[in-house]
């Protein structure tokens, strides 16, 4: 690596997790991130409201990736933040939940230190964390979980599959809890693989939205997952929640009455 190029420019660059969407889950270092940059790079789903947080004088950029969506190419975004470090800007590339959980932080980090930049992270509350927490329950409890998995439902084009019928009887061995990032397009494929190692009782919560105002859940079971996102029209941006910790939601709505255990 060229260390001597990252002394022709006087810019920095700070990836700064989001979080889920809710602007009262930002970190305190996070928001002083976002309030002193010149330049902030955002991610789709990004909140208006923590965006409005920038200096009325920051240049704002949207780079949103979606999947099934049009894109910005990974390698454009990269190029921005390299360009703008160059001329000497404050950069801070806004990302959704956790700038290194499925959020190709890593992917960026690496192109910025090869061309002799170095770079700040500030984390985020990943919405695989926010989202079961809104609705009551913990990703672990000891009675429940002894740990927890978080996984892709989208795997990197060209790259094999995820085994979830392997994975499926690791869970249930060792009693983990899934949390299924970016898993609705191919919900159903999932749910056949882990109907393999997990019963089809085992509770399910699938959020989406999670932390913002329009947050939708359903609380349903393995055998039944793919007809409840249908049933309920559930969508992306969505985590689905697989585990016997979900048993405390269920049994909430159960208790308040919600029959299509949804909400």
């Not at 990252?6 to 979080?19: D, E, M, N, P, Y």
């Not at 930049?117 to 919405?127: C, L, Q, S």
């Not at 892709?152 to 994975?167: N, R, S």
Request: aromatic share 4%; net charge neutral.
């Amino acid at each position: 690596m060229n260390r001597s190029s990252s002394s022709l420019s006087a810019g920095r660059c700070t990836l700064v997790g989001a979080g889920p969407g809710d602007p009262e889950l930002l970190t305190l270092k996070a928001l002083k991130a976002i309030q002193a940059a010149s330049v902030l790079l955002v991610d789709d789903l990004v909140s208006d409201a923590i965006v409005a947080h920038a200096s009325p004088t920051a240049r704002i950029v949207y780079v949103g990736k979606r999947g099934g969506c049009k894109s910005t190419p990974q390698a454009f975004i990269e190029k921005l933040m390299l360009q703008a470090v160059q001329e000497g800007e404050n950069v801070v590339r806004l990302k959704g939940g956790d700038p290194f959980i499925f959020g190709r932080g890593g992917e960026e980090v690496e192109h910025l230190r090869a061309a002799g930049v170095e770079v700040d992270v500030i984390n985020g509350i990943t919405a695989g964390l926010a989202g079961l927490t809104s609705l009551g329950a913990p990703l672990t409890h000891r009675s429940h979980a002894r740990g927890v998995v978080f996984i892709t439902g989208h795997a990197k084009p060209g790259a094999d599959d995820t085994d979830w019928a392997q994975l499926a009887a690791t869970a249930h061995s060792l009693r983990l809890t899934l949390v299924i990032y970016m898993g609705m397009r191919g919900a159903a494929d999932i749910q056949r693989g882990l109907l393999q190692g997990l019963a089809p009782s085992t509770p399910v919560a699938v959020i989406q939205n999670a932390s913002l105002a329009q947050q939708r859940h359903a609380v349903t079971t393995l055998g039944a997952l793919q007809s409840t996102i249908e049933a309920q029209k559930l969508a992306s941006p969505s985590v689905i929640v697989v585990g016997d910790v979900v048993q405390g939601v269920a049994a909430w709505a159960a208790e308040a009455g919600q029959v299509q255990q949804v909400a």
